[in-house]
């Protein structure tokens, strides 16, 4: 029977790059949104203003989350600027990263309880550090298989800058890596180092460049 | 009082069917997402690290339900490729549908604590699979629905197309029934199953296949 | 100095009303999604069958309003087929229905948990029928401005099928009283009422209708 | 190599300012949404009408602070009516503004339980008030960035409306920062200007106004 529907090829269209790409904002939107859910009042106690400044590793750890997961949807629009199609693969490839920014919360808040009482504070530097470079696995994935041989990409990139763009993602997991392994001898230390590789971005921003 | 409004007769539509897609795709979007924030962080201490390992019956079915709802909302885009009207009767099974997807992180929950803890895992099993045959049978319905003479589909898809994806996706609720029943045995082995199927699922993707 | 912004003037639009309407839709889906949150998994034991079938007023109530949300989900968008043109008013008005639909998981957990322990369950559904009332009210507030004098809508509906569409919506909030008084007597009683009328709005999809 | 992406230097457009605004406008829906999942049923008893009743503090600031983020919102479209390029810049900005705004339900939470309990709650009034006036700076910063020179903006606004418009935001953190400061004498006070400030605006709108 040939062709019974459309949808039956794995190779085929399943759905346009612009759908996905809505529906990956929409998951990034609210991941972003519900760290700020994962952080508890604090008891009201006379001491509740001390009490809220004792929770500054949630409010770090929130900031230093909301701006990667917005650094990471960013990098996924400028992906999904150049990914015309959209096929299976890269449909669970897709969904594995959003899973993983879906879970940031989660490893977020680990590392905020912990650092705040300082109890297997390194442990929960490592599980935060790995879930980023899980993410950043994916990530490079996604590009990878769409740009191997230029599969699903259109005809307003190059071969050449899909490469560039490929060697600039790829640092991004390593970098969470480095992390990682900084946590394992402090948590205090892998959030600073976190904290600077974001100034270090945004410093990018304001720098003038030249016509590299 | 011969047609007071558009939105009157039963049988007319009443909403674009774009529309009615993109509601569903956001509430796929928010269930997806929520998954993970049922996941509760283990209280900090000096074991963190067994404890978040601890927690895998969580995170294994934090990645199934995750990729079985990515699953439904890719086959439910496949639908609605289809469906070209929404009356009052598709409205209603569609947020059944819906109902069904929101309360899988509730199911998800329930599974993956009961493992956890050894007790009543069994019952949480059949519940879990019990929740996605429902869901299962919600899907079918809109299909059956939709396709039965042809009633809201356009003119890109023949009537023996659809009939063809009538039967693939008969399939779903059978799988997810015996899953239940394979949960009256061992909760375990009922998740082991549900990643069997996924990665069928995702090995089906790669596999080249013929003009079939 | 005259008109120093387009956005000075109360009476002037400020936003595209499928804008508001695609806002709302979100807050409409969030909602209806976080439902199912409210409902805390049991304690794993050896009894978990049972136990999940004690949550029977939780999925009550889940679902009656789960349907209902949706249900008004669709007639605002009824509404807003009609609606061209917003103001500050209707925009404040609309806020204002949104909140009462955010507000709706909340006074659910009150009466299924109510219902669930037999105490204060006569409180509880006073309070769910009377925050569906509400709601109501906000509802009809929204058509009752944008259509009076034809104020924001456009020329796709007369204002006699305007009228006729007032007149419908206004049933809504007085049932809801009425289910909010039922409940000073049982609160069994009113969610059976709610049912009760979703299955008679189900019913009237199913039949047939004459050219009234 | 000049020019490897598109994406490469630092003040060019990196995405559409449609696309940031609909980002922004889904973590505004949830973050409004959100605020109704903070407040907590109180455990079923025979006095569960006083206990709801006794839950003002949290419904008082649930209107306040839904109306509060409704009105930002709004003016957030009012301002990407006119901004018509996203540079990296404004993406940052908005980002923090977004944290921001994804915070509220938190901050807010804090302040009702605290006016609930009597302690803490001048703490948690202030603390709420920097929150607002923190957010309320960077919404200013955004408008000030994309307006100075006529960077961002488009010709369908003139450089003089524009100061106007600034001018008229940057009353906002001004009238957060006095309510903060108020809080140090009251909270219950602090809240009652919010709802005052709330109720002068609501009032703006119905008063017929000139031609100024």
Redesign the interface.
């Known amino acids: 029977?040939?062709?019974?529907?459309?949808?039956?090829?794995?190779d085929q269209p399943?759905?346009s790059a612009s759908?996905l790409e809505?529906?990956s904002?929409?998951?990034?939107?609210?991941?972003?949104?519900?760290?700020?859910?994962?952080?508890r009042?604090?008891e009201?106690?006379?001491?509740?203003?001390a009490?809220?400044l004792g929770l500054w590793p949630q409010f770090a750890a929130?900031?230093i989350s909301?701006?990667l997961i917005?650094q990471v949807?960013?990098n996924h629009?400028?992906m999904f600027?150049y990914i015309k199609r959209v096929d299976?693969?890269l449909?669970?490839l897709n969904?594995l990263l959003?899973?993983n920014v879906?879970?940031l919360?989660?490893s977020t808040?680990?590392l905020a309880?912990?650092i705040?009482?300082?109890?297997?504070?390194r442990?929960?530097a490592?599980?935060y550090g790995l879930s980023l470079a899980v993410g950043g696995v994916f990530f490079n994935a996604i590009w990878a298989y769409a740009s191997a041989g230029h599969r699903l990409l259109g005809a307003d990139?190059t071969p050449?800058?899909a490469a560039?763009?490929r060697r600039r993602f790829a640092v991004g997991p390593l970098l969470y890596l480095v992390a990682a392994l900084v946590g394992l001898v402090s948590a205090v230390a892998s959030l600073a180092l976190y904290a600077f590789l974001l100034v270090l971005y945004?410093a990018?921003?304001?720098?003038p460049?030249g016509?590299?």
Chains 1, 2, 3, 4 share one sequence.
């Open positions: 029977m040939p062709n019974p529907t459309p949808h039956d090829r794995s399943i759905m759908r809505l529906f904002d929409a998951v990034f939107a609210i991941s972003i949104t519900l760290l700020a859910l994962e952080i009042p604090p009201p106690s006379e001491h509740l203003g009490d809220l929130l900031v909301f701006l917005g949807w960013l629009h400028a600027t299976r693969v449909m669970v969904l959003l899973l879906a879970f919360p989660f808040a680990v309880e912990a705040s009482t300082g109890a297997g504070d442990a929960a490592v599980f990139i050449a800058q560039v763009m945004l990018e921003i304001a720098a460049r016509d590299r």
